[in-house]
């Protein structure tokens, strides 16, 4: 099994920026791809951006040009850093692992809420 906690949640006034986390614990070495969803009330979840295990990134069209999504394998960790956040962008934000040969997210974090202000 592998565990997910994400940090760096908080309220920022629209145009500002935030950085989330994403720590790994458990079976590190089963993971492969990773990824950043979210999901707003009422909203379906939907996938911001993802990370192969080669470090390859893809984005939402919403979030290209604001959101970077990196890796940090000798820390286990993933982050998104979020810039020029707009009133599109609040809600609970959800770090998730695919396993290596899976053909989805199996392991998912508890979220960590983003709030903006406008």
């Known amino acids: 099994q592998v565990q997910l906690v994400e940090s760096g949640g908080g309220l920022v006034q629209a145009g500002g920026s935030l950085r989330l986390s994403c720590t790994a614990s458990?079976?590190?070495?089963?993971?492969?791809?990773r990824a950043w969803y979210r999901q707003a009330p009422g909203k379906e979840r939907e996938l911001v951006a993802g990370i192969s295990s080669g470090g390859r990134p893809s984005y939402a069209d919403s979030v290209k040009g604001r959101f970077t999504i990196s890796r940090d394998n000798a820390k286990n960790t993933l982050y998104l850093q979020m810039n020029s956040l707009n009133p599109e962008d609040p809600a609970m934000y959800y770090c998730?692992?695919?396993?290596?040969?899976?053909?989805?997210?199996?392991?998912w974090g508890p979220g960590t809420q983003v709030t903006v202000s406008s």
């Open positions: 998730a692992a695919r396993p290596l040969r899976a053909t989805r997210y199996n392991y």
């Open positions: 458990g079976k590190i070495f089963s993971v492969d791809a």
